[in-house]
């Protein structure tokens, strides 16, 4: 074997590896859709996250929303497909992100789920707290699977500082 064929071959095991990874386990229940949610784009500066994971965690119509406050002082709301989000995070997010649930409040009503969830980021796994908010999920259940289908949040550093109720 020549040392491109061992290297094509290479290649198509690795793509071969990636496209069968299977990510079942993180749609069974909406805590394990949440807990993917968080682990999926939490890491390290440079590493690499898991993006065909995001991808599967979410109905292809969902959206990400952020809000923010412009340095006019107006409120602002962007909406992004996940691919759009991917790439929003991928290029301005150059230091370590780590985000972690601190509570949440779940409602479900047959196919709807609503969960409120509220957040802590880092730059830094054990570093200080850079902001806390509020992450609004809306999730879809078929009967078999939880599907993301809005992430709405709003940070504190928009102006709201988080009520004690959503802390404890």
């Known amino acids: 074997m020549t040392k491109y064929s061992t290297a094509v071959l290479l290649i198509i095991t690795l793509i071969a590896s990636a496209q069968t990874k299977d990510y079942s386990k993180d749609v ?16 390290d500066p440079g590493t690499p996250r898991d993006w065909d994971r995001f991808r599967y ?5 969902a959206q990400l929303l952020p809000t923010r406050k412009t340095t006019e002082g107006t ?22 992100f780590f985000e972690r649930e601190l509570h949440r409040t779940t409602e479900q009503y047959g196919t709807v789920v609503h969960v409120f969830s509220t957040y802590e980021t880092r730059e830094k796994k054990d570093g200080p707290v850079t902001n806390r ?34 802390i404890k």
């Open 57 to 61: 965690l979410f109905q292809p119509e």
């Open 75 to 96: 409120l602002t709301l962007r909406a992004m497909k996940p691919d759009e989000y991917i790439q929003f995070f991928s290029t301005r997010i150059t230091t370590g």
């Open 28 to 43: 069974v229940s909406v805590d394990a859709t949440i807990a993917a949610l968080y682990e999926v784009i939490s890491g």
């Open 133 to 166: 908010g509020i992450n609004s999920i809306q999730l879809f259940f078929d009967g078999k699977r939880y599907s993301i289908v809005n992430v709405f949040w709003c940070a504190e550093s928009a102006g709201f500082p988080l009520p004690d109720k959503y």
